[in-house]
Nanobody
Framework: QVQLVESGGGLVQAGGSLRLSCAAS????????MGWFRQAPGKEREFVAR????????TYADSVEGRFTVSRDNAKNTVYLQMNSLKPEDTALYYC????????????????WGQGTQVTVSS
C-alpha cells in the first residue's frame, strides 16, 4: 500500500511558475515509476508526465513539453513537477500516481493516487 500527498498548488498569473510536490509513504519509493495527471472540470483525466524509479527516464504530454519538468528525490520519497510559463488552460486538479509495469500514459496503468492539488492560472 502506498499513500500519496500532493502539495504546492495555488493561484498564479499566466506566465508564472509553480512547483508541485508529491510525498509518498513506504520504503521502496525508488523502485517504482511515478506519474502526474491533471483533470479540469468536465474533462477526462489527462496524462502530464512520468518519471522512472531512478529518475533517469522521463516523458511528457505534448501540451506541457518544454514548460514542465518532472523530477524526484528518492531520499525524501518525493516527486516534483516544476511548471513554468503557465497558461490558463493548465488550470486543473493535479494528481500524482504510482506507475504500473507498463511505460504508459493511460490512467488505468497507475495503481495508487493522491487526492490532488488545485492549480489555477489566471489570464
Amino acid at each position: 500500500q502506498v499513500q500519496l500527498v500532493e502539495s504546492g498548488g495555488g493561484l498564479v498569473q499566466a506566465g508564472g511558475s509553480l512547483r508541485l510536490s508529491c510525498a509518498a509513504s513506504g520504503r521502496t519509493f525508488g523502485s517504482y515509476d511515478m506519474g502526474w495527471f491533471r483533470q479540469a472540470p468536465g474533462k477526462e483525466r489527462e496524462f502530464v508526465a512520468r518519471i522512472s524509479g531512478s529518475g533517469g527516464m522521463t516523458t511528457y504530454a505534448d501540451s506541457v513539453e518544454g514548460r514542465f519538468t518532472v523530477s524526484r528525490d528518492n531520499a525524501k520519497n518525493t516527486v516534483y513537477l516544476q511548471m513554468n510559463s503557465l497558461k490558463p488552460e493548465d488550470t486543473a486538479l493535479y494528481y500524482c500516481a504510482v506507475g504500473g509495469l507498463s511505460w504508459s500514459p493511460a490512467p488505468y496503468d497507475y495503481d495508487y493516487w493522491g487526492q490532488g492539488t488545485q492549480v489555477t492560472v489566471s489570464s
